[in-house]
C-alpha cells in the first residue's frame, strides 16, 4: 500500500493541481473546482472503497509538513487536471534554440537530439478523433491542385514571366531563391496554397500592382505534415498515468501544441531572419529523415482567419525533392510569344487582355509525353505541372484589413 501510495503521488504531481488552495477557497469558503482525492484516486486506480480510504490515509501523512503543521494541498484536498504539461520539453526546446543563436547553426547534435523527440515519431500520432498527423495530397486525394501566386509591378516584368510561366511562376532554381519561413537562402522550395485568394494574400500585393496566379497539378502522391493535426494529438490509449513515459508523452503532446502555433505565427518583416530561423531547421530535419519520408508541410495561413481545420484552405510548401516543375528547365523558354494589350476604337491605348501563344513542337517528343522523365533519377523527376489554361492576372485595386481597435487612454497626473 505505501508503495502504491509513492505511485500516486507521484501522479497527481505529475498530472494534476490543487484547487482547493486558490484565494476563492480560502478567504471566500466556495467550493473547489474540480474532483476530492478520493474522486481522483477512483479515476487512477479504480481501487476498492476500503482500497481508497487506507490510499487517502498514507496520502494525508506523506503530504504533511511536521516541522510548518501544514498539509501540502490543504485539509481537504481537491484537484484538477493540469492544463498543459509542456514545461520540461518546453525547457529543452529553449535550450536548444539558444544553442541554435549563439553556438553552431549547421552542425549541431543537441539540435538533432531534440528535434528527434519532438518529431521523429509522428508517423504514429493520431488525434483524438483518430485522424493521422501525415496526410497524402496529389493523384486520387481531395487536393490533386496547388495554386501559387507572383506579384508584379511592371508589365515588362510580368511579361517575361508569362513567355515561361513554368520557371517564373514556379520555385526558383536551386541557389537562387530567397529565404522564407521553411527554406534557408538558395534552397529552393515551393510555396502554394489550396485556395486562390489564400495563394494572393501571401504574396501581400501592394495597390497598384499585378499578381500572376498559376494551377499546379501534382503529378504523384505526396505525404505531407499536417501542422493543425498534429497540434491536437492525444496520448495512446495504452498509455497508463503510472508508466514514467506517459509524463514524456503528455509533455510532448502539450508542447506540440504550443510550438505549431509558434510555427505559423504572423513574422515582422524585420524579424524575419531572426525568427525564421527555427522553422528553417524544422523543415530541413523533416525534409531528410530517413524514417518519416515527408514531402512537405500543409498549415493554416496566417493571413487569413478561415477555419485552421479545413484542408481546402491551406499553405503548403513542398520540400526541394518534391518541387520540380515539369518544363521549367532554361530549353523549354524559347517557344511561346506573349500579347498583353488589345485595342480598339473605344479604348485606342489598349486595355489588358493577356494571351499566350506557344509553339506546337513537332520533333521533341518529350513536349507531347510529360512522363518520359519515368526512368531518370527520382530526385530529377517533376511533381508538378503548370496549367497553362489556367493562368489568371489579377489588378490589385485596394487592400481590405480585418482588424481590432484599441482605445488609448490619456490620464492628467496633477502634481502634488
Sequence with gaps: MANLAD????VIDSFYEASSLSDAVIIYDRTPEGETLSEVLNNIVSPRQKVTDDLIELLTEMWFDYSAHEHLYGDDPWFIEK???AEPMNKDWSKMEQSLLHEARFINPEVAKVLEVVFGSIHNDKTREGKLVIVELGVDCEIDTLYRARVFQTLNAMEVAL???????GPPPSGVGVSGRMNAKGISVFYGATDKNIAISEVRPPVGSHVILAAFKLLRTFRVLDLCQLGSIALKSTSSPFDPATVIEASRRDFLKILTQRLVMPVMPELAEQNYLISQVIADFLSTHPELKLDGIIFSSAQTNTNSQDTRNRN?????????????????????SVHLFDYDEDCPSGFLMPEIYTKECQNDMEDHN???????DHNDKPTLKLDRDAIEIYEI???????????VLHTIVRSI
Design 397 to 407: 485595386e485596394g487592400v481590405e484589413y480585418q482588424k481590432t481597435c484599441h482605445k
Design 7 to 10: 505511485r500516486c503521488d507521484a
Design 163 to 169: 513567355s515561361h510561366p513554368e520557371r517564373h511562376i
Design 83 to 85: 492544463t498543459s504539461l
Design 370 to 376: 510529360e512522363f518520359l522523365w519515368i526512368d531518370k
Design 316 to 336: 503548403v510548401i513542398l520540400f526541394n525533392k518534391a518541387s520540380k516543375v515539369l518544363h521549367a528547365e532554361d530549353c523549354y523558354g524559347g517557344n511561346s
